[in-house]
């Protein structure tokens, strides 16, 4: 907005802003945070009392409050578990790596099951220490039933299940970070209890993990002896049928070895057995008989005797003939053939080649016995190899079967033996250590650990904040006033001409009369900008009106005709508002005289004219109050009256009745270039204030501008950066003293 030197240190300036209509200037909005803390300003007292009252109730409640106990024990998850044999779980040894591991521990540690045993160990169902430590009591015979006395297993059933939830509502598990231990908390009133419950808690946890353990190798123990049995029998079966096959078909087994494989494979049976043994003999038998049939051949008949040699008797035979030849050779030297001693030795001779050539007679008949038996011995053992090489034949053909049985049987006992070892390995499964230990038992505590005063005292502020924020937001949504000068030409589509501080109590008109205060600049301003409404100038005839009664329009008219009186023109100031007049509380005059009689028919206006003791500032007072002031405002009189006015005043302001409501705005403005709008900050609603503006122009009247009034100091960031608050007094537009009214 344009504004005079004086009015620059009234408002804060603008870094940038378009000239809008009517010769105003845009205020830029606000950043954000000012806005929220200009909100917290408008509210404080509300947001002060909602905080207040929370903190109080966290207070009263905390104090209230039954103090509660909790007992903490520590245990040690390992992710593996420690085995003192050698023997392997059913698990993988990574499954317990998985990232999931810890996450199943946590959710056992707090499973119902978990609870369960607890209450059964402790027989908390059946306990009025442990109800009492919750406040609850037992003996409410709708759900629980006696309290002495026998009761009911549906009561007991109920007792029960309200002692588990209990407990999973009071237990607390927390890992401790980058490590494998857990904390088991307990909170109670009690804090026997709490400890108690805490350290069965954790006995439980490691024991439900072992009857885990045990009960999975259980079900797996029971498969694998139906398995078992299913195997056994088989093994059984197979067995049969491979010997009862080998026994029709006459396989004796006589050796048995495994192969690479595993698997039996038959070496020796009965049949391959004789045959070998069988096979053997012929060798030798053949052996023989080509011996026997080399020496029949080297003892035929034109055999020499050196091939008749052989034998031991003809050996010694012809070596006593070779001596007697020698002997009758050496007598043949000296004595003739005829000597005795020389025939006898040539008798001995002719009978040692006698018994020689029986000798060797008797050697080629047993050479050639012994050659044909060799023969015989040889063709039988070459049937029987035969007979026994078709047996064979037939007999592997049949082991070929045989086989597969056996095979079968194998395989079966194989299964069988593998399942009879995975068996008795689970068997001894659970010898392993447990992979949870207990590292700290939970001990009786000694300070109880709830309520925490600062705690919940800092939530009780948490709580209050946010319920003191919620009813800021409401009562910002409710209150729907002007609460900054950018707001007025956004919202109402009307250029601003100013806006006015909140003096609070001090003296307005005592403000007004000294030239140097901040409310005398404020309106100077409004009439700088006033000034550039139209082509020439400031209106010689304008009226200030606004929509509701104490919005500061009648401050404003009187403040703008002093201000326009002091720049040396002759103003004349016209209390309208008949119904409600107030001008006369200005100069502390009385209102005997005044615009009714002018409009009742008198046609001396001067009479009703007083001077008001400003310079250049007359006034006429409203006059006594009319049974209609609409009828009198609706002839041409008022016409008349501002025509002649202008021939005496250089400018005419007459401060008119409020617009919601009431006739008198709309007509008044037929008789002025236009009127000034003023609105209060915080005050009518923008539709009311939309509305009144929609009157006005329904008439065609002209609005020069709004001017924005009772401004605080908390949204002087807006258009005042003075360090200290500002008020009016009574409100000029009600009845009462002019020198204590403010505008309220």
């Not at 947001?47 to 903190?55: D, Q, R, T, Y």
């Not at 080649?353 to 007679?361: C, G, M, N, P, V």
């Not at 005709?561 to 023109?569: E, I, S």
Request: with cysteine; proline share 4%.
């Amino acid at each position: 907005m344009f504004q005079t030197s004086a009015a620059k240190n009234l408002a804060v300036q603008p870094q940038t802003g378009a000239v809008v209509e009517g010769g105003g200037h845009e205020f830029s909005a606000a950043p954000i945070l000012l806005q929220y803390w200009h909100i917290v300003l408008r509210w404080k007292w509300v947001i002060a009392s909602i905080v207040a009252a929370s903190l109080a109730a966290g207070l009263v409640i905390s104090l209230l409050m039954t103090p509660k106990y909790t007992a903490t024990a520590r245990i040690e998850i390992s992710r593996e578990q420690k085995n003192i044999t050698n023997v392997q779980g059913i698990e993988s040894p990574e499954a317990s790596r998985d990232l999931e591991f810890y996450q199943t521990q946590y959710s056992l540690l707090s499973a119902r099951s978990l609870a369960e045993r607890v209450s059964r160990t402790l027989k908390l169902g059946s306990s009025p220490e442990f109800f009492r430590a919750f406040g609850v009591d037992i003996s409410n015979g709708s759900f629980f039933g006696r309290d002495e006395g026998p009761v009911t297993a549906q009561e007991r059933a109920n007792r029960e299940a309200l002692a588990v939830q209990l407990l999973l509502k009071n237990v607390a598990v927390q890992p401790v970070r980058n490590s494998r231990l857990v904390d088991v908390g307990f909170t109670s009133a009690s804090p026997t209890l709490s400890a108690q419950i805490a350290n069965t808690w954790t006995q439980q946890f490691i024991e439900s993990s072992i009857d885990r353990r045990f009960a999975s190798t259980s079900d797996a123990r029971k498969f694998l002896e139906e398995r078992l049995n299913e195997l056994r029998a088989k093994v059984e079966n197979s067995e049969r049928e491979a010997v009862n096959y080998a026994q029709s078909k006459g396989i004796v087994a006589l050796g048995r070895s495994k192969g690479a494989d595993g698997r039996s494979e038959v070496d020796r049976t009965l049949v391959s057995s004789d045959l070998e043994a069988l096979n053997d003999a012929l060798a030798r038998a053949t052996a023989d008989r080509v011996t026997a049939e080399s020496r029949q051949q080297a003892s035929g008949q034109n055999a020499s005797p050196e091939a008749l040699s052989g034998t031991s008797s003809i050996s010694m035979l012809r070596q006593r003939r070779a001596e007697a030849a020698a002997e009758y050779q050496k007598l043949l030297v000296q004595f003739e053939p005829g000597y005795p001693a020389a025939r006898a030795l040539a008798e001995q001779i002719r009978s040692l080649d006698a018994s020689i050539a029986r000798e060797e007679a008797r050697v080629r008949t047993g050479r050639s016995r012994e050659y044909t038996e060799a023969l015989e011995r040889e063709q039988n053992l070459r049937a029987q190899v035969e007979a026994l090489k078709g047996q064979m034949n037939t007999q592997q053909r049949d082991t070929i079967q045989y086989n597969i049985y056996q095979r079968e049987a194998d395989t079966n006992r194989q299964l069988y033996d593998g399942l009879l070892q995975r068996y008795k390995e689970i068997g001894v499964a659970g010898v392993g250590a447990n992979n949870i230990a207990i590292v700290d038992v939970a001990k009786v505590p000694e300070k109880p650990s709830a309520p925490k005063l600062s705690l919940n005292l800092a939530f009780a502020l948490l709580v209050g904040m946010g319920l003191a924020g919620l009813a800021t937001l409401g009562l910002e949504q409710i209150d729907e006033g002007l609460r900054e000068p950018s707001q007025v030409t956004r919202a109402l589509q009307v250029p601003l001409l100013g806006s006015v501080p909140d003096v609070e109590d001090e003296d307005v008109l005592g403000l007004l009369n000294d030239t140097k205060s901040v409310l005398w600049e404020a309106y100077l301003s409004i009439r700088s900008n006033l000034a550039f409404s139209t082509d020439h100038g400031v209106p010689r005839a304008f009226m200030v009106t606004s929509t509701h009664p104490a919005e500061g329009k009648s401050t404003t008219s009187w403040a703008l005709a002093k201000v326009l009186g002091r720049t040396g023109k002759r103003v004349i100031i016209i209390d309208a508002d008949m119904r409600s007049p107030s001008l006369h509380h200005f100069v502390n005059m009385t209102n005997d005289r005044g615009l009714s009689n002018f409009l009742a028919g008198e046609n001396e206006w001067a009479g009703s004219v007083v001077e008001t003791g400003s310079p250049g500032l007359s006034a006429m007072f409203a006059g006594p109050t009319p049974p209609s002031a609409a009828e009198l405002l609706s002839g041409d009189r008022m016409r008349t009256l501002t025509k002649e006015l202008l021939e005496n005043y250089d400018h005419v302001v007459i401060d008119s009745p409020p617009i919601l409501g009431l006739a008198d705005a709309p007509l008044l403005s037929r008789v002025v270039e236009g009127c000034i709008f003023v609105a209060q900050a915080e005050g009518v609603a923008i539709r009311g204030l939309r509305a009144s503006l929609e009157r006005l122009r329904s008439v065609h009247a002209h609005v020069f501008g709004t001017v924005l009034t009772k401004l605080k100091a908390r949204q002087a960031g807006y258009g005042y950066g003075y360090g200290y608050g500002y008020g009016y007094g009574g409100s000029g537009d009600a009845k009462g003293d002019a020198e204590t009214s403010v505008l309220k």
